[in-house]
């Protein structure tokens, strides 16, 4: 049973240019949540994919965008790349419907790891 | 204020030590807690989760979760070599909140287990 799968596992890009990162979910999964984890830090919550539409953003620019497919993968772009957005991009993947453990309970995958120069 | 704080340590034990890992949580939304294990360069592995207050045991480790004071454990008996990672609690607000499905980390604590 494979988990989840992220590409590529590193990028290096310079400022300004633009960035896509995909993400299969677990088998059996429907949702797909990214995640930035800057150096030292814990992961925080970009957005959120059910059904091919954005259920739920964190606290990141509209530089940050993402596509989910009829497949249950999913992609995130990054547009105009900034120093600080070097970090290790996560990728999770949950049931996206009902409640309590079986839609928190959230899967990741191995990362991106994007350096921008 | 974070929503989550942990204690980033590091913390140093020997072989066979029991080791506590401890986050406090400013939301009262949050009803949902996990603790994730991350091993250097690699994803999150999911350790154990738990809804409610109380213990919870699976094997070598313990999650304890204490709702009035907004506080949970991870407590890691006989600990081994290969439990040296960085440990992560995380917490959702999910089962009706409008915090459906994201969750809140703590920064993280870095554990290293000496032979």
């Known amino acids: 049973d494979a988990g989840v799968t992220q590409s590529p596992t590193h990028l290096i890009k310079t400022r300004g240019q633009q960035v896509t990162l995909r993400c299969s979910p677990k088998s059996g999964h429907d949702t797909v949540s990214w995640y930035q984890q800057a150096l030292g830090q814990g992961p925080q919550f970009i957005f959120q994919y059910y059904e091919e539409e954005e259920r739920q953003r964190g606290n990141f620019p509209d530089r940050f965008s993402g596509h989910q497919f009829p497949n249950y993968s999913s992609e995130l772009n990054v547009n105009a790349l900034l120093l600080g957005d070097s970090a290790l991009y996560l990728c999770?993947?949950?049931?996206?419907?009902?409640?309590?453990?079986?839609?928190?309970?959230?899967?990741f995958g191995p990362g991106t790891r994007l350096t921008v120069l | 204020q974070k929503e989550v704080e942990q204690d980033p340590g590091p913390l140093s034990v020997p072989e066979g030590a029991i080791v506590s890992l401890n986050c406090t949580y400013s939301?009262?939304?949050?009803?949902?807690f996990m603790w994730y294990r991350q091993y250097s360069r690699k994803g999150p592995e999911l350790l154990m989760y738990?809804?409610?207050?109380g213990n919870k045991e699976d094997g070598r480790f313990t999650a304890q979760v204490d709702k009035s004071s907004k506080y949970i454990s991870l407590f890691i008996r006989d600990s081994q070599p290969s439990d040296s990672a960085t440990y992560l609690c995380a917490m959702s607000a999910n089962a009706g909140g409008t915090s459906y499905g994201k969750l809140t980390f703590g920064q993280g604590t870095i554990l290293t287990v000496h032979p």
């Open positions: 999770a993947s949950s049931l996206g419907s009902g409640f309590g453990p079986s839609t928190d309970t959230q899967y």
């Open positions: 939301n009262s939304a949050f009803q949902y």
């Open positions: 738990t809804y409610s207050s």
